[in-house]
């Protein structure tokens, strides 16, 4: 009996010293397993595997793994948040310390992972929750959205009381800091509001980056759908001064169209005819002062294609399930110089009040959802009189 | 003889086991009827309430001493929880959340957490409108994650999501339907990998699969429901075993009992399933038994719908037959609460338990010649999700709270 009790305290000493010995070295070749996880499953044995090893190492090995998010695919990214969240969440149950340092030194260097640095910042606040209001005021600019809108959300605050205690001028400053930080619509929202009643003006189509002057043409034959397929002569060839026979023998011509619409909304049914059965084409140039990389984010109510300099982004054929801000997000880079984005937008032939709508929303911004502008946006803007791009 | 006497006490065990459990959407046999008693005054009956996270319409699931559930937050819906709670007190068990892989837009009505869960008694299978789909251990610890429109891009719908998945031995079922890529996968629950992937038609579809089940998991198929009609597939091999074509709704899903389905379709259609060829057979049909969002249920000898107006309509289950109908008002002190229903309703000891969508819960007995509201409660807040009954209590979520009632 006696023997048993030995040889069973022994084993757990084992074990527990296996999950100790677990190191930096020894997480590498297990992050590399994690992170090859990729489509309908493939690497999850392995993954999981991997996975019930680091989930058992200690809070050392936090860094290493919030590190291992940086570039991670988001399947693998989510194996690593688990196994970080596993991890944490036994350290802290069991009053073990957490490396602060170095999640800190993660959290402030903004080069990494955005998801990543609001996890890291989670486990500080978990850690010891005055961290929280420590860290945020710094975070207004974070390019985490989820960390910048905590930051946005308490300058509004502050911003409300300066408002109420009557010091307007104090306010707007205020306001106006909080509007240039915010992402997120709902504070977009609530702080154009609040500047308006200042007498402050808002830029809406600046501050979201949405492109308001366009070209359209249509109509080309999108009966029962076949449309979306069908390989246009704007698809081919972007002339706009060429004019082509459209759907039942229209004449189809580019024409130059700018909303004034704030959040840059483009209505084709009222620019061009409330077509139905029709494709419509959207062009617009954006000029770039340098190659970068793109989010190009759309919204609209109708199927679509996006071109960007030629190159095909994505498509899809979905007609009338809503429309939203940043309803699509798509990854493009932008070449030094003139760059064309094309749209293809096709009206189906519901006869509903709330099939009507024939609509596109296209804004460039950064991950973070921060305008990119065109470098000749301005000129554009006193040329069009609105907006501009 | 002793070898039969310990398979089928195994075999008894089992059956209890899951018999206690509500794993998936409407229960282990997608019914949405247990053999439980429960109470009848539900006001009394709080046990406990429990705050959650950010926005949920995704009913609880029981697995033993377990109740989980899902939720999402953030301002773009993106942040995904899996909740486990402490059946006997509630207490918050673990939380594990996720990143979102797929779209997240949704109709402002639903969000991103409104699929249920299943369970196969080991592993948890939370799925979301984006089509995230994430494997847990009993202890929160990740088994593995499938992004299904991270592997078929334009499997998405811009009002949302709703499907739940079914677990059928094996094999995770899960149907993903939309007008722009619609599948259906059986998923291997050990390694998350597709055992086989369907095309479906390409139409917006928030039904549920609906399981019929066998003696064993090898006999039971996996009826799938969309716009063009019924295909009932094998769930380990995905293979056809029957279709009905005259199209179904995509919104309340199909339910079935002893071996006849009813089916949302031109109104509510039986399908019986007990013909030696193996197909279904149309044994009647009732256009005023249409239902609206909530899915039908059959107890006994009689099937149940609840129609748009918010009247509870009881049908002879043979023959399709008008029995009764009520009117799901209930006068509150400020004012009269009913009209809108999207939680399908669940049942035990002959009890109908229904939420209307301002979040009023109604307990009808329908043992009489007509129902009858034996007692109401007003939970104060939006309940679009179904409940799950086990071990003699009823488990109710609305966006923020999760309540057990019982005894």
């Known amino acids: 009996m006696l023997k ?43 993954a999981a595997q991997a996975f019930q090893q680091l989930a058992k190492s200690g809070p050392e090995t936090l860094p ?49 992972d955005s998801r990543a640095r609001r996890l890291a910042f989670e486990l500080l606040v978990a850690n010891d929750p005055a961290n929280r209001d420590r ?25 409300n009381d300066e408002f109420d205690a009557d010091k307007k001028d104090v306010a707007t400053a205020t306001y106006r800091k909080a509007m240039a930080a915010s992402r997120d619509d709902d504070q977009v929202k609530l702080l154009k509001q609040k500047l308006e009643e200042l007498g402050e003006k808002v830029d809406l189509p600046t501050h979201f980056g949405f492109l308001m002057t366009w070209r359209l043409i249509a109509p080309f034959d999108n009966t029962a759908g076949k449309g979306f397929n069908v390989e246009y002569p704007p698809e081919k060839e972007l002339d706009y001064t060429k004019e082509y026979e459209g759907k039942g023998g229209e004449s189809a011509k580019w024409a130059v169209h700018t909303t004034e619409d704030e959040y840059g909304i483009v209505d ?39 071109w960007l300099n030629g190159k095909l982004l994505f498509a899809r054929e979905e007609y009338h399930r809503g429309m939203s801000l940043d309803q699509y997000k798509m990854r493009g880079t932008l070449k030094k110089g003139k760059n064309t984005i094309l ?28 305008a990119i502008l065109s470098a000749d946006r301005a000129s554009k803007s006193s040329a069009a009189g609105a907006g501009g791009d | 003889m002793r070898f039969q006497r310990g398979v089928l006490f195994a075999f008894l065990i089992l059956v209890t086991q899951m018999g206690a459990d509500w794993p998936q959407f409407r229960g282990a046999d997608t019914t949405g009827v247990s053999a439980d008693k429960l109470p009848t005054r539900l006001a009394e009956s709080i046990r406990w309430t429990v705050d959650l996270p950010g926005r949920g319409l995704s009913g609880p699931i029981v697995v033993g001493n377990q109740v989980v559930l899902t939720a999402s937050s953030g301002f773009s819906q993106d942040r995904l929880h899996v909740l486990s709670f402490d059946a006997k007190s509630g207490k918050l068990q673990w939380e594990r959340q996720f990143w979102a892989t797929g779209r997240t837009l949704c109709h402002e009505k639903m969000c991103n957490a409104t699929p249920t869960s299943a369970s196969d008694g080991k592993r948890i299978f939370s799925f979301f409108s984006s089509n995230d789909l994430i494997c847990l251990d009993l202890k929160g610890n990740l088994l ?11 499997a998405s719908n811009s009002l949302g999501m709703s499907s739940s998945p079914v677990v059928v031995g ?36 928030w039904t549920s699969p609906l399981v019929m089940t066998g003696a064993n998991p090898a006999d039971s198929v996996v009826v799938l429901q969309s716009s063009k009609g019924l295909q009932a597939v094998e769930p380990h091999s995905g293979k056809t075993k029957w279709t009905y074509d005259k199209g179904c709704s995509t919104i309340p899903s199909a339910t079935v009992a002893n071996g006849v389905v009813y089916v949302p379709s031109n109104g509510l259609t039986a399908l019986d399933l007990r013909t030696k060829e193996g197909g279904p057979v149309e044994v009647w049909n009732s256009g005023k038994l249409g239902p609206s ?77 007509k129902g009858e509201v034996v007692s109401t409660h007003d939970f104060k807040e939006k309940i679009l999700a179904s409940p799950a009954i086990s071990n003699n209590a009823l488990y109710v979520r609305s966006d923020r709270h999760l309540w057990k009632v019982s005894n």
């Open chain 2, 170 to 205: 094996d094999t995770l079922v899960v149907q993903v339907e939309n007008d722009s890529e619609s599948l259906a996968v059986g998923i291997d629950v050990e390694t998350g990998e597709n055992r086989w992937k369907l095309d479906r038609p390409i139409a917006a579809n």
């Open chain 1, 64 to 112: 290493t793994l919030l590190a291992g998010l940086d570039g991670a695919n988001p399947l693998a990214a989510n194996y690593l948040r688990n196994a970080i969240e596993a991890i944490s969440d036994r350290a802290i149950s069991q009053k073990g310390k957490l490396p602060v340092k170095e999640i800190e030194a993660y959290l402030a260097d903004t080069k990494h």
């Open chain 1, 268 to 306: 084709i049914a009222k620019a061009l005819s409330p077509f139905k059965g029709a494709v419509s084409y959207a062009a617009a140039e954006f000029e770039s002062d340098k190659d970068q990389p793109i989010d190009i984010r759309l919204g609209t109510p109708n199927s679509w294609k996006v």
């Open chain 1, 4 to 46: 048993r009790v030995v040889l069973f305290v022994g084993l757990s000493a084992c074990l527990a010293g296996e999950s100790d010995l677990l190191q930096a070295a020894d997480v590498a070749p297990l992050l590399k397993t994690i992170r090859a996880v990729s489509s309908e499953g493939k690497g999850n044995r392995e």
């Open chain 1, 135 to 159: 860290l945020i005021p710094g975070m207004l600019n974070d390019p985490s959205v989820e960390l910048r809108r905590e930051a946005v959300a308490r300058v509004i605050s502050q911003g």
């Open chain 1, 343 to 370: 749209i293809k937008v096709c009206q189906n032939e519901q006869t509903d009040s709330w099939a009507q709508r024939w609509q596109i929303q296209l804004r460039v911004c950064d991950p973070t959802g921060t």
């Open chain 2, 144 to 154: 593995w994650y499938r992004g299904l429109t991270h592997d078929y891009q334009n």
């Open chain 2, 293 to 369: 969002t909530p899915s039908p249920i059959a107890i006994a000898d009689k099937v149940y719908t609840v129609g748009g107006a918010g009247v509870l309509s009881a049908a002879d289950a043979k023959d399709g037959k008008s029995l009764w109908q009520l009117r799901l008002q209930v006068k509150l002190e400020d004012r009269t609460s009913g009209g809108q229903f999207s939680a399908t309703p669940v049942a035990a000891d002959g009890h109908i338990y229904l939420f209307n969508e301002e979040g009023v819960g109604l307990v009808i007995n329908t043992a009489g010649e």
